[in-house]
């Protein structure tokens, strides 16, 4: 079993930044690719960003690449998400997630567990 736990959410300006980062705990971090998803009010959750369990490997949504930065301590057992360049359309409640089953995913299913969620929103 993995825990994860995000932090680094808030309201911030259209423009601006934020880093979220989650923490886990359980079992062995490096042996976890990990991916950071999103969900808006009203839509489905999205793929945002992955990375490979060693951090070799990173993965990004067209919507995000070039502005979002994924990347991984593994001696902290923490993930993160930079986000530069924040838009009123990336107001979301951000996840976390883990899997040992994949190198790296785009894909929500893949994964076996996941955050409670942190909410970012940008203002307009």
């Known amino acids: 079993q993995v825990q994860l736990v995000e932090s680094g959410g808030g309201l911030v300006q259209a423009g601006g930044s934020l880093r979220l980062s989650c923490a886990a705990s359980?079992?062995?971090?490096?042996?976890?690719?990990m991916g950071w998803f999103r969900q808006a009010p009203g839509k489905e959750r999205e793929f945002v960003a992955a990375?490979?369990?060693?951090?070799?490997?990173?993965n990004y949504a067209d919507s995000v690449k070039g502005r979002f930065t994924i990347s991984r301590d593994n001696a902290k057992n923490t993930v993160y998400l930079q986000m530069n360049s924040l838009k009123a359309e990336d107001t979301a409640v951000y996840y976390c997630?883990?899997?040992?089953?994949?190198?790296?995913?785009?894909?929500?299913?893949?994964?076996?567990?996941w955050g409670q969620g942190t909410q970012v929103t940008v203002s307009s």
């Open positions: 990375i490979s369990w060693g951090g070799g490997t990173t």
């Open positions: 997630a883990a899997t040992n089953r994949y190198y790296s995913s785009r894909h929500q299913y893949n994964y076996d567990y």
């Open positions: 359980g079992r062995t971090f490096s042996n976890y690719a």
